[in-house]
């Protein structure tokens, strides 16, 4: 019983969904190694920019919507009267009417210019542009309906879809690569098919069209739903910049291959870090809108000043283990060809520990519904990342695109944090950081000791992750950065 009370005690903890986000991510990046070896780079990087142009079609289009549904969903959803039919049905008539006009608008107008795609028969133009409507239709269901579990107490699901689609995406791109003589589709429908397979298993677990009715959309919600999220248009279109720009301008730039490249070493970085953020916040973020929706304004300063604390134990030496070891992990996840990008890993990692942090700095305005100063902050990065990236990208290449969005994001959290809501101005003790630095730098000295006599090889890189992770761990206790979490812990098991 108390091994029970232990898992349950850190199953409900701020950090208990990272293991699920970990398993995720590794299964990721295994995915990763499979798909650079059945495409090469200029296909992945064509395979890239299908997907940041979903991503965004998604944010400008859903995206709004879903982060108002999540904002409103455990309010709405176990209130009383008709408010349940009524949050069903205006998210599902917004985003499918959304979803709908998104996908003529885009087959009609891109099948009428064949230079686009380069494919000439306007028959195969139209199949493609399908095919693509299908990942934006995967990708939009998982990110609204697979998430919503969360916010409504369906978390046991929500982890087996997660890591269901982990599992089974590759596996479906093998097959249909086979099948399709191994066209570039075989990712874009293994990806998407899986999507809406388990995003439809989401839907049924929530009752959804159960509880929708024409006659039950709200006007008046979707009103509310627009106040919240009508601003995170503007947001979600300086994020994209932000994440995407690069990408983009790389492609026209120095072409499809040196995307191809880019993208597979940023996709090893992203990947670590998507599991140590969605992780920490698919635990945090849930309990800090239960602090606030019970009006218990301490409770949630409390819970983001954890939140942040946790990340920075974690996301300080894994930025730093990446950009280490970037080498050698590209050489093991990626073919030769995708491997002269490999400092765009560690790069990219210090980067995302940024963006990070800046999701803990915005959580006042969100909780306050005033998104405006987030988008601020947003378009300012994103205008400068976007410059430097013209600037500098056709001139030295794709590596020097890594450096602007870390520059970019390291912009954007600062302005969050210094600017961070006054209505909601929650602590982060400055010292715990310089420790955590303190003790990053030990773990510093004994990788490079051990990079300095040990072959490259799996054997090693085993060796040195064991290695720093134990010099780190000591560090943690030795300056007591856990110290009030172990004693709260004691005293919970003594009782």
Not at 56 to 61: D, E, R, S
Request: with cysteine; aromatic share 14%; charged share 15%.
């Amino acid at each position: 019983m108390k091994i029970k009370h232990i898992f349950k005690h850190y199953n409900d903890s701020l950090v208990g969904y990272l293991p699920i986000k970990i398993i995720d991510g590794l299964a990721g990046i295994m995915a990763l190694k499979l798909y650079v070896s059945l495409f090469a780079p200029a296909e992945f990087g064509r395979y890239g920019i299908y997907f940041a142009t979903i991503s965004i079609l998604y944010l400008m289009g859903i995206g709004w919507i879903s982060m108002a549904g999540f904002r409103f969903s455990k309010e709405l959803v176990t209130g009383q009267g008709t408010s349940k039919e009524n949050f069903y049905s205006t998210i599902v008539y917004a985003c499918g009417s959304i979803f709908l006009a998104i996908s003529v608008i885009a087959v009609s107008t891109l099948a009428l210019l064949p230079g686009v795609l380069n494919i000439d028969s306007m028959v195969l133009r139209v199949g493609f542009l399908l095919t693509l409507v299908v990942l934006l239709l995967g990708y939009s269901m998982n990110q609204l309906f697979i998430n919503l579990l969360l916010y409504l107490d369906e978390r046991a699901l929500n982890i087996k879809l997660v890591l269901l689609c982990a599992i089974l995406k590759p596996i479906l791109t093998l097959i249909l690569y086979y099948v399709m003589d191994g066209h570039i589709v075989s990712l874009i429908l293994g990806q998407g098919l899986i999507d809406v397979i388990l995003g439809t298993i989401a839907i049924k677990r929530l009752g959804i069209f159960r509880y929708t009715s024409f006659k039950s959309f709200d006007k008046s919600l979707l009103k509310r739903f627009m106040t919240y999220g009508y601003p995170l248009i503007g947001l979600s279109l300086v994020m994209f910049l932000l994440n995407f720009s690069d990408q983009y301008v790389i492609t026209i730039f120095q072409g499809d291959a040196a995307n191809g490249i880019y993208k597979a070493n940023y996709t090893i970085a992203a990947s670590v870090f998507t599991m140590i953020m969605l992780g920490m916040n698919r635990s945090v973020f849930p309990k800090v809108l239960k602090f606030w929706n019970d009006h218990d304004e301490e409770g949630a300063k409390r819970t983001i000043s954890f939140g942040f604390k946790y990340f920075s134990i974690i996301a300080i030496p894994a930025s730093t283990g990446l950009y280490m070891m970037s080498e050698y992990l590209s050489k093991l996840f990626l073919e030769e060809s995708y491997t002269p990008g490999h400092s765009i890993i560690g790069i990219i990692a210090f980067a995302m520990v940024f963006y990070g942090m800046s999701e803990y700095a915005n959580k006042g305005y969100e909780l306050k519904g005033t998104t405006v100063p987030i988008f601020i902050h947003c378009m300012i990065a994103a205008i400068i990342n976007l410059i430097l990236n013209i600037l500098l990208v056709p001139k030295y290449g794709y590596l020097v695109a890594a450096y602007t969005t870390l520059i970019g994001f390291c912009i954007y959290f600062l302005l969050s944090f210094f600017r961070r809501s006054k209505i909601l101005r929650w602590h982060i003790g400055f010292s715990i950081i310089i420790r955590l630095l303190v003790i990053n730098g030990l773990m510093v000295g004994v990788i490079i000791l051990l990079q300095s006599f040990l072959p490259m090889n799996l054997l090693s890189f085993i060796i040195i992750i064991v290695s720093a992770i134990a010099v780190y761990g000591i560090g943690i206790l030795l300056f007591g950065i856990l110290k009030e979490e172990i004693s709260r812990f004691s005293l919970k098991q003594s009782k």
